[in-house]
């Protein structure tokens, strides 16, 4: 019964954005929906990063790096896989979506590898270690990638064929991704697993002493998160010709840090809110480039002042419309 | 038949000696004192139990095994729960949340099952809120079940370490300081409760206590230190007139200078 259901249900979400994505094309110029996915992009980042910042309390400030190996992991294997697949599916429609979404899960596959990498030895220990880790990889990553010749070096990944990655990103995909990752998360976040996390953030020593498994659960929310940012990677990857290096700098991290923060720590709904407010904010600061950062960083204090718990705080938003008491509110503000 | 047995333990933080060879054994299903003046040693004790410190010397045999120097979430795995002395709940967290974070026993399904909400993890999660709500019922915090638990009351707060502890279906308690902050009444119903936590539950009790009405009411052994070491072990009747006892909690008397001052 839960199968069928369950089903229906998928495929009506399914059909109805495959419905929205026809009326988007007809209804927006190209340049309003390359916002729209970006927007999409940005809340799986920001759905990702809240697990390990905002539920789990550990601070990662390098998510712009699991981001580049998922983009370049994807470009990369899709790259691959296109020759086998089209010799076997031929050249159509279906064909398409296998390679591009094999390549994503590939992505994110090689984006939660190089999670455990950078988890397993720095949240072993409290505190801010794992800031500093993640900082440092983030900027190693880029370098890697900067001088790695068979991924194009600084120029970028552009696949082999001259007219770049094909631009297989489109409406439909990224907001099947979006749905299909805040499901998965917010049903880990409302689970046993998600009470573990939050008792990680809340008091470390006593959930220890609740025989919570403490690292392995850091570790693993530590892989899920990087792995949802490489999806986000591959999708980003796949929307324009090619990746480069530059694409994932640390403005990037910070980029995802301001989404979660201001839609408020440890809430999916206020990082999809988030997400959707820097795509938004990014596009209209356009002219002021790199300055923006100086915006991002006045927005932060006069959040921190006025309303320290960002958006929703802790809340959902499912909690706020059924007026009910929220199930984990206050997030420890303090560490933002 | 003994539950827990220290023997000749050693733990010392860079000069400081802050236990030096204590040994005792607590049997099953007794509730056992350990009380001592500040800075004895006690919480140390705790520590040393539960995995938060590994003791220099001596061993800690738990149900006859080993268990010096285990993590502290596999000592309480193998049934060893505590409660802390400066409270240490998840205070973000409901009441309800609070017990069923200990209840990883109970739920066996996977990270993948949760994030699908499989039949198997309906099932676990069922479980483990039907018996987080007897133990709510047990310690009378049920009411309580959905409030965001920092905003309880400090006893309730104590009573909610307890009941998460018990989550852990453990053999042995060790409550630290359990009485701590709670009024005259609200210790009186602690004694209720952790006497029908033994005599129903069948747990085996460790308690530090400064409250000397709940000790030498509820605790049928005694171990007193200070110092870091032992100065007197024996039933409430005993410790009551012990000299070293008096002597540690009240100062020794000089010959000589007591009438003059």
């Known amino acids: ?336 | 038949m003994t539950l827990l047995e220290l023997r000749a333990v050693d733990k010392i933080f860079g000069g400081l000696h802050a236990v030096r060879g204590v040994s005792f054994r607590v049997e099953k299903g007794s509730i056992f004192g350990l009380i001592g003046p500040n800075g004895a040693g006690k919480t140390t004790l705790f520590n040393v139990i539960t995995g938060v410190y590994t003791p220099e010397h001596g061993q800690i045999l738990f149900d006859g095994k080993n268990i010096a120097g285990l993590r502290p979430a596999l000592i309480a795995e193998r049934g060893v729960a505590r409660t802390f002395q400066n409270i240490r709940i998840f205070r973000a967290m409901t009441v309800a949340e609070n017990v069923m974070v200990a209840g990883h026993h109970l739920h066996k399904a996977s990270i993948a099952a949760a994030m699908l909400r499989t039949r198997g993890y309906d099932r676990d999660e069922h479980a483990l809120a039907k018996r987080a709500h007897e133990l709510l019922e047990i310690l009378g915090l049920a009411e309580l079940a959905s409030e965001v638990a920092g905003s309880l009351p400090y006893g309730s707060q104590r009573r909610l370490e307890i009941a998460r502890g018990l989550m852990l279906s453990p053999q042995l308690l060790l409550l630290d300081e359990p009485a701590a902050g709670m009024n005259s009444q609200e210790a009186r119903t602690l004694n209720d409760q952790i006497r029908f936590l033994r005599d129903q539950l069948g747990l085996t009790v460790v308690l530090v206590e400064h409250n000397m009405a709940v000790v030498m009411n509820v605790c049928e052994s005694i171990h007193v230190v200070d110092h870091g070491e032992t100065i007197a072990e024996g039933t409430p009747a005993e410790i009551k007139v012990h000299p070293r006892v008096l002597a540690a909690y009240l100062g020794e008397e000089e010959p000589g200078k007591a009438a003059s001052t």
């Open chain 1, 1 to 336: 019964m839960r199968a069928i259901i369950r089903s229906v249900v998928v495929a009506a979400a399914l059909l109805s954005i495959y419905a929205l994505q026809m009326g988007v094309e007809l209804a927006f110029t190209e340049y309003v929906q390359r916002i729209i996915l970006l927007a999409g992009i940005n809340v799986i980042l920001a759905v990702g990063l809240n697990l390990i910042n905002g539920t789990t309390g550990q601070f990662s400030i390098g998510h712009a790096g699991f981001m580049a190996v998922g983009a370049y992991g994807a470009a990369f294997v899709g790259v691959k896989l296109a020759g086998p697949v089209h010799g076997a599916l031929g050249t159509g429609g279906l064909a398409d979506a296998v390679i591009f979404n094999l390549a994503l899960l590939a992505g994110a596959l090689f984006a939660g590898i190089s999670g455990l990498i950078v988890g397993m030895p720095s949240l072993r220990l409290r505190g801010d270690y794992l800031a500093v880790v993640t900082l440092g990889f983030g900027e190693i990553i880029r370098i890697l990638f900067n001088n790695a010749s068979f991924l194009g070096s600084a120029t970028g990944y552009f696949g082999d064929d001259p007219s770049g990655l094909p631009a297989y990103t489109n409406f439909f995909w990224v907001f099947a991704w979006v749905s299909a990752i805040v499901v998965l998360i917010h049903n880990l976040t409302f689970s046993q697993t998600g009470r573990s996390l939050a008792a990680i953030r809340e008091d470390e020593v006593a959930a220890e002493a609740m025989a919570t498994p403490t690292t392995r659960l850091k570790v693993t929310a530590f892989a899920i998160s990087a792995a949802t940012a490489g999806i986000a990677g591959g999708l980003f990857a796949h929307m324009q010709a090619g990746v480069r290096p530059e694409d994932f700098r640390f403005e990037k991290s910070i980029d995802m840090i301001v989404m979660i923060i201001v839609g408020g720590l440890g809430s999916i709904s206020g990082a999809i809110l988030g997400g959707i407010f820097v795509a938004v904010s990014l596009e209209l600061m356009r002219d002021l480039q790199q300055y923006r950062l100086v915006l991002y960083a006045l927005l932060l204090i006069v959040i921190m002042i006025v309303r320290p718990q960002g958006l929703l705080g802790t809340r959902e938003l499912h909690h706020l419309l059924r007026r009910k008491k929220p199930a984990r509110p206050s997030a420890p503000t303090e560490s933002v």
